[in-house]
């Protein structure tokens, strides 16, 4: 009865945050909308919100082709991959106080950047199996990039950890007597720049990079397996704003409301910077990415991890 | 005159006369050409150091002797007060190969293949010589009076299995094979960064550019062999769409060339007119420019201001013309009818919403630090490539040459309108940004000028052989509406003769030359188009950069599809 509660509530669970991408794919059409002068969709149902049913009827209604230079298997297996690791990540994630699957578990943030790297490998096998040279090429980008950031974005969640003395997620909220934030502010800023990296969204979007390389990664991709890659790209960019919340903004703290309503409004407030980000930006070059991310968020957060070093060492001497 | 006496004892040239665009114009014998060239690029003083236009006429439309069954035409341009000169040269025999003219002047090269390709004169010597614009396959050359004007008059164009076959294979990474290391790939014909159906052979090394191969024509409509089955006035709606983000910027060079063919005195509100509709246009393709530029380097805020912009002044063209993109407004001899009673006040208002968008879409893109960044040193040209490849508009200026045609060889109003041409000396793709929003301000204060002080009186020539008459005459007497039909049937054209007219599109020198046998239709018409040589100068300027790079460099260039194929 408990495995068959538990298999019900994981359904659920996947369902809610495949809704929640696909609102988010329609949320940020609205913003782009009203950041850019223009309306977005807004012709089906309240607000067009059933623009994010209809994307997902047609993507699903589509035929699932594999292209006849494509690796059968890897062309099959990348865009399952990259929605799986995303998926995956959110079982660390608490939304309340208590209101996790593994909240507490004690290895918390190692498994998100464990599962991040298999993202990688996800947009990288798609990209290369696709056989095109486009997409190879967004593929060799992607892998580059990611593995880039991921040192960066380690190293600013480490000082966090330095702080909180814990790696599961409900450890790093409950050790938050204020928003980390506060004590963080650079490893806050490099957090985020990393994450918007990570999920290679504009203006960090090198790997599909329209204007140059068409689609990158996932020229060849159609349907649904398109769709997953959406899906993953949607669910990462939740992900990096759901964690941004829990480690810096100090999570389910917040005054009068419930728990899980401030964590939301703090997701979506970072979410909100991302799309932004989006309209406004214009995309860097590679090189110009990769300088960025070696030559300055790294030196950075190495120093941000030694200063937070050095003051928990006196924290606690004095 | 030193250019004449020159010319005539050392290269035995013979000054022609049928010229009525005021250009000195000379007849030149084959064997003495490339000499003739080089003489005009390097010996002289001053010399002519661009080649503007190098085209053909088939003379064996009329009745010309056999020794002269085509004629090479050369534009030449000085780049100063001294303007244009044309060379002519007549060509007997179709299988009898023309010197090439690609060792004096580089940008020759596109130019000869385009006139190998559609008149199928071949040139001796000449490194690369391809068709250009139509596929390999075609056969004929359309540009000979013997090939139909009509499509329906042809028998229906159809490739064989093995012909399909082989044109695929074009497009495959095995033909030409590639250098060992290299990546062949392809940008376009349909890529997102190419604005349109072209298509760039890249070489790659990782993601670095080891040569450029532009292959152009998916968009050529035969606009030239089009103009041969119209009569004069017919054909005005077809230059708006040669170039179809500059509308009126294109008939402008173009009723001018008749003008000068048929010395037609232009009233002067009609000019004032044709200088303000053109104004207009130049900003609305300008703004386009810098939204769509601003896409390619992956920034989506600024195209939607700055078409937010444009739509205004689509709404303002509308209001005056009808048209809206394209408004064909121009007739030969004036414009087809007076501005309505209140086009001053929106043409103000319009102007300062713009000025006002303009400030929001500069911030977007030059004075964004990523921006800057992605700009900055990327595509450079400098003054020696701009004369090498013919460049012109802001590309010209970009390199420091202080050259637009409103100045310095004023037509329309433009010599009545205080206005600055800004340069820069950067030549990289940030100066031209800022140069296409300079030009915009310039443009802007062009216009208010227009709105104080626009000439009145009538709109149209009073010379009823050339000009259409006065419609509401038409109704009222015999004379008027025999005239009215004459023109309309296409009974009467120009008197025999050639022009050429060169205008300053929003891209650079945009010229027609008109050729008029004295029938109602032209004999011959020729576009040059900024665009084309333009393009060319991608193979040279695009090597050596990574692929984002090359993307920024093509966006920067400004060029039209349809104004580089027409």
């Known amino acids: 009865m408990t495995l068959f509660l538990m298999a019900l509530g994981m359904l659920l669970t996947t369902v809610v945050l495949l809704g929640l991408a696909g609102f988010l794919v329609f949320a940020e059409r609205r913003v782009l909308g009203l950041l850019q002068n223009r309306h977005g969709p807004n012709r089906l149902g309240p607000f067009g919100i059933g623009q994010a049913l209809a994307d997902a009827l047609k993507l699903m209604s589509k035929e699932n082709f594999v292209p006849a230079f494509a690796d059968p298997v890897l062309y099959r297996a990348a865009p399952v991959l990259v929605a799986f690791s995303a998926l995956a990540s959110f079982a660390v994630v608490p939304l309340d106080r208590g209101f996790s699957w593994a909240g507490d578990w004690n290895i918390g943030l190692l498994f998100i950047l464990a599962m991040s790297s298999l993202n990688a490998y996800g947009v990288f096998l798609g990209g290369w199996a696709s056989g095109s040279k486009f997409a190879l090429l967004g593929a060799v980008r992607a892998v580059a990039q990611l593995v880039s950031y991921e040192l960066p974005l380690g190293l600013a969640l480490l000082a966090v950890v330095l702080l909180s003395g814990s790696l599961s997620l409900n450890g790093i909220v409950q050790a938050q007597w204020m928003p980390y934030i506060v004590l963080q502010p650079l490893g806050f800023v490099i957090f985020l720049i990393a994450g918007v990296a990570e999920t290679h969204r504009l203006p960090f979007d090198l790997p599909e990079a329209e204007s140059e390389l068409v689609a990158g990664f996932n020229t060849e991709y159609g349907g649904m397996r398109f769709g997953y890659f959406f899906l993953g790209e949607y669910l990462g960019l939740t992900l990096i704003a759901v964690l941004a919340a829990a480690l810096y903004l100090g999570g389910w703290h917040g005054p009068w409301l419930p728990g899980w309503i401030w964590m939301l409004i703090k997701t979506f407030a970072v979410i909100f910077i991302f799309f932004w980000l989006r309209a406004s930006l214009p995309r860097p070059r590679y090189d110009q990415l990769m300088a960025l991310g070696w030559k300055i968020l790294l030196p950075l957060s190495l120093l941000n991890l030694l200063c937070t070093a050095f003051a928990a060492a006196l924290w606690r001497l004095g | ?566």
């Not at chain 2, 053909?56 to 002797?65: K, L, M, N, S």
């Open chain 2, 1 to 566: 005159m030193l250019l004449a006496e020159a010319l005539q004892k050392r290269f035995q040239a013979m000054p022609l006369t049928d010229g009525r665009d005021g250009w000195p114009d000379f007849q030149v014998a084959e064997h003495h050409l490339v000499d003739v060239l080089h003489f005009l690029r390097g010996d002289m003083v001053p010399r002519f150091p661009m080649l503007l236009d190098l085209t053909a006429v088939d003379e064996r439309g009329g009745q010309a002797a056999p020794e002269r069954a085509f004629t090479l035409v050369y534009h030449l341009h000085g780049l100063d007060d001294r303007g244009a000169l044309r060379l002519r040269v007549p060509h007997a025999d179709a299988e009898v190969p023309v010197p090439t003219a690609t060792g004096v002047f580089a940008n020759a090269n596109w130019y000869e293949r385009e006139v190998y390709d559609l008149f199928g004169l071949a040139f001796s010597d000449h490194p690369d010589l391809r068709r250009i614009l139509l596929p390999p396959h075609w056969e004929g050359h359309p540009l000979c009076k013997r090939e139909p004007i009509r499509a329906t008059e042809r028998p229906a164009y159809r490739l064989g299995k093995s012909e399909v076959q082989e044109a695929l294979k074009m497009y495959s990474d095995t033909v030409p094979a590639p250098d060992p290391g290299l990546t062949v790939l392809n940008v376009g014909p349909h890529h997102p960064g190419t604005h349109g159906i072209l298509r760039f052979v890249l070489k790659l090394s990782g993601e670095e550019i080891a040569t450029v191969d532009p292959d152009i024509g998916y968009h050529h409509r035969g606009v030239e062999k089009i103009a041969e089955g119209h009569t004069f006035h017919n054909f005005i709606p077809y230059t708006d769409r040669v170039d179809y983000l500059g509308g009126a910027l294109g008939e402008f060079p173009y009723v001018r060339a008749i003008e000068m063919l048929a010395d037609l005195a232009v009233p002067p509100r009609a000019e004032g007119i044709r200088t303000l509709l053109a104004e207009i246009c130049r900003i609305s393709s300008h703004l386009v420019w810098l939204g769509s530029y601003g896409n390619d380097l992956g920034t989506m805020g600024p195209a939607f201001y700055a078409f937010r912009d444009r739509a205004l002044l689509m709404d303002l063209i509308e209001k005056y013309t009808g048209g809206r993109l394209h408004p064909q407004f121009f007739r030969i001899g004036g414009v087809a009818m007076d501005l309505p009673d209140d086009w001053r006040g929106d043409l103000l208002t319009t102007l300062e919403a713009v000025e006002r968008g303009l400030r929001d879409s500069e911030r977007l893109t030059v004075g964004n630090p990523v921006f800057q960044a992605r700009t900055r040193g990327v595509g450079v040209l400098s003054a020696a490539q701009a004369e090498k490849w013919a460049v012109s508009g802001i590309l010209l200026r970009s390199t420091g040459k202080d050259w637009d045609m409103r100045k310095a060889a004023p037509y329309g109003l433009y010599g009545d309108l205080d206005f600055a041409v800004p340069t820069s000396t950067d030549g990289d793709a940030l100066a031209r940004t800022q140069l296409h929003i300079e030009e915009i301000r310039e443009s802007i204060g062009m216009l208010r000028q227009l709105a104080e002080r626009m000439p009145e009186g009538p709109t149209l020539a009073a010379d009823a052989r050339y000009a259409f008459p006065p419609k509401d005459h038409t109704l009222r007497d015999i004379e008027t509406l025999i005239h009215h039909f004459e023109q309309v049937a296409g009974e009467i054209g120009p008197p025999a003769g050639q022009a050429l007219s060169i205008t300053e599109s929003a891209r650079g020198m945009l010229a027609y030359y008109v050729v008029a046998d004295g029938g109602p239709r032209p004999y011959r018409l020729r576009v040059r188009s900024p665009s084309f040589p333009h393009v060319q100068l991608i193979a040279e300027l695009g090597r050596g950069t990574a692929l984002p790079d090359f993307i920024a460099t093509i966006g920067s260039i400004d060029y039209v599809l349809a104004d580089l194929d027409r």
